[in-house]
């Protein structure tokens, strides 16, 4: 019986979220009651932002990220600085601008790892907004929940995939660490722009707050890792070593190191390397599959 009423076989699907007791009768005998949670998996759209403190309109697109975050929760950001003080450390082994194919100008911006999101002009920024906000949000198959357990500099990180189909083996994980906070001066071409939310901020606005900087990729491929085949409603789990954030701390120019300006993106990324759900969480906190 679910929620005292009796169910034919041993299957119950309901498109009703909330939380649901189940128990069974035996010959007169009942069980004690157990709790499940139906929900609906909703997409967070992965959006990867290439930057640089060097780049006079690359605030273009913080402008965007800002407005978006302003409509939906729904997104994960992560800043890939080029070529400044925030380049994250494994670039001299991989160019991350050559891997995505990203070209030598910026700003670029990429919604869900392949889908370039025009930026050329500020014109464009409210029909970006409204196509990225239109994704958020929106029902999907496949959820993600990460476990991160926080002592002083330590970080441990465990990633769960669940999935109403499955996936296969094509399926890849990345997980990247990222840190808000960083303090650096920005250049700013917006400077004499009337009507720019940079009008007279100057070139460069100094001591600019930088948020969702990647720090490092956790996975051992830049591209994400692949997993192995997860079977429909199979939780599949990845602990990742212990992360040392002191390794990543930032002290130049005033920044202070404090981990809890940490966090940890994971983007589930399909055959073509379209990122399919994207989370993050601050370094020390949970989230669970539906949220």
């Not at 041993?10 to 035996?26: C, H």
């Not at 911006?109 to 970006?128: E, Y």
């Not at 330590?154 to 995939?161: D, R, T």
């Not at 722009?193 to 990729?217: C, K, M, Q, Y």
Request: proline share 3%; aromatic share 10%; hydrophobic share 35%.
């Amino acid at each position: 019986m679910v929620n005292n009423n009796p169910i034919s076989g041993n299957e119950f699907s309901n498109e009703e979220s909330g939380i649901y007791s189940v128990k069974a009768t035996y010959q007169g005998n009942t069980s004690t009651p157990t709790d499940f949670e139906i929900f609906t998996p909703k997409r967070k759209v992965a959006l990867e932002d290439y930057t640089g403190t060097w780049c006079g309109w690359c605030p273009r697109v913080l402008l965007l990220i800002e407005e978006v975050e302003d409509v939906t929760e729904n997104i994960v950001p992560i800043a890939i600085h080029n070529e400044d003080k925030m380049v994250f450390s494994t670039e001299q082994e991989v160019n991350w601008r050559e891997a995505f194919e990203i070209g030598i100008s910026l700003p670029k911006l990429r919604a869900n790892r392949t889908d370039n999101i025009s930026v050329i002009q500020d014109s464009q920024i409210p029909s970006a907004v409204d196509y990225i906000t239109s994704m958020a949000g929106s029902e999907t198959n496949n959820t993600i929940a990460i476990d991160t357990k926080l002592s002083r500099d330590k970080l441990k990180v465990n990633v769960k995939l669940l999935s109403e189909e499955g996936l296969n083996s094509s399926h890849k994980l990345a997980i990247y660490l990222y840190q808000d906070g960083l303090i650096y001066d920005q250049h700013n071409y917006y400077n004499t722009v009337e009507g720019s939310r940079w009008f007279g901020e100057g070139d460069p606005i100094e001591n600019f707050t930088h948020n969702h900087v990647l720090e490092a990729s956790l996975t051992e491929n830049l591209l994400g890792d692949n997993i192995e085949s997860i079977s429909a409603y199979q939780t599949w789990n990845r602990t990742l070593p212990t992360v040392d954030l002191s390794s990543y701390a930032d002290t130049a120019n005033g920044n202070t190191f404090d981990p809890k300006r940490f966090g940890v993106a994971v983007f589930l990324v399909d055959e073509n390397n379209t990122a399919i759900n994207a989370q993050s969480v601050k370094a020390g906190e949970n989230v669970d599959f539906d949220e």
